[in-house]
Structure formats: C-alpha cells, structure tokens
C-alpha cells in the first residue's frame, strides 16, 4: 500500500484521482483549498486544506508520503483567457523544494496536449481554433511547469491528457510517445485518473511525457 499525496484534488481529474486511488488500496492525502468539500468519507482518506503554491503546507502535506500526483487547474473565465495564469510554475516550484527537503521522489504531474513539445500535433481544429483562442495563455505557463519538472532531479512522469470527458470508465487508455501519434483524442476523467494512480506506483513511463487518449 502506498501513501500518495493528490495536490488540486477538491474536483474533476483530480477528485476522480482520489477515488481510483482510494479503490486501489492506496492511502490518500487530498490537497486543496477546498478539501473539506471533498464528498468521499473513508478511512485512508486524509483531507488536507492547503494552498499549492504554499510550500510550508506542501512541506506538512509529504509527511510520510511515497508519491505525488499533481491534477492542478484553473477555471476558465476572461480573466484567465485575457491574462494567463503562473500558478502551475509558482505551485511547481514550492512543490519540488519541498519534495527535495522531505526526500520524496516520485512525481506525476498533468499537463495536457499542446504543453511542452506536444504543442502544434493536436489536429487541425485544437491547433488552430482551440488553442489559441482557449488555452494558450495557460499553457504558457505549464510550458515553464514542464521545464522544472525536468529539470527537479526527481523520479518524474508528465502526463498530458487530450480532452478530458465526462464518460464511463473503460479500462482502456494510450499513452503515445511517438509525436507522430500525438493527437488531440479524447480521454474520460475516469480512465485518466486510473493511468495516474498505476504510473504514480508502477513507473512505466518515468523520465517520459506521454500524450494519454481513449
């Protein structure tokens, strides 16, 4: 059994993370600014309200943790679309001096198709239409997410997700490494959140930043 800290974990990806992991047998501590609103009751669960960027809180969080899956998000408004976001890089970099004073290793952090070197192989409509005008900004900011986690020295995977849906679980999932293969396919939260809680334990894909789709 493993203990894994799920940093962004109050909702979506990262509350889907906390009832795989939860289902795996895995000890959970769910890190979020609203975790008390976390409506899953269970004894391996651990609700921690905390601030991702607050690297005392991330530091008291690792207690005792062998893992960290982060599913970190913003809410899209014209704020976000107008002005970007640093909280990926800001919570990434409290994230991983912490993990280097508390001697925590193994990361797993989500990013998402079009991050990174993933950027311009969604497709036709996601690169041109979707991107630009919905996620650029943002993703901006989890370019420079992936640059530390590569460079942290920690035992890491990135995992870019295609476009997440709301769909049944179906056990199946691709987690492509070819560029050639990259492609803006769709993924449900269930299905995503499976492959984060295998990789965070089973390390398939460390040193890697898979593009995951259904």
């Known amino acids: 059994m493993t203990r894994i800290l799920i940093v962004g974990a109050s909702r979506g990806l990262g509350l889907e993370t906390v009832r795989k992991a939860l289902a795996a047998g895995h000890r ?56 970007g976001t640093r909280l990926f890089s800001t919570a990434t970099r409290a994230l991983v001096d912490a993990m280097k004073e508390k001697g925590v290793r193994r990361l797993v952090v989500v990013t ?14 996601y690169d041109w239409v979707i991107f630009p005008l919905v996620l650029k900004r943002v993703y901006d900011d989890k370019d420079v997410q992936e640059q530390m986690v590569r460079r942290s020295g920690l035992d890491w995977t990135i995992v870019r997700p295609g476009i997440l849906t709301n769909s049944p679980e179906t056990g199946h999932w691709r987690a492509l490494l070819d560029p050639a293969e990259w492609r803006a396919g769709k993924i449900s939260r269930a299905d995503a959140a499976s492959f984060l809680v295998e990789e965070a334990t089973e390390r398939a894909f460390a040193g890697r930043a898979p593009v995951l789709v259904g």
Request: glycine share 16%; net charge negative.
């Open 112 to 125: 998402g198709l079009g991050a990174g070197d993933s950027r311009g192989h969604g497709g036709l409509l």
């Open 28 to 83: 959970v501590r769910a890190l979020a600014r609203s975790a008390s609103s976390i409506p899953i009751v269970d004894e391996k669960l651990d609700k921690v309200t905390g601030d991702a960027t607050d690297r005392t809180a991330l530091v008291n969080a690792l207690e005792g943790v062998d893992a960290v899956i982060v599913t970190l998000g913003v809410a899209p408004g014209p704020g976000t679309l107008l002005s």
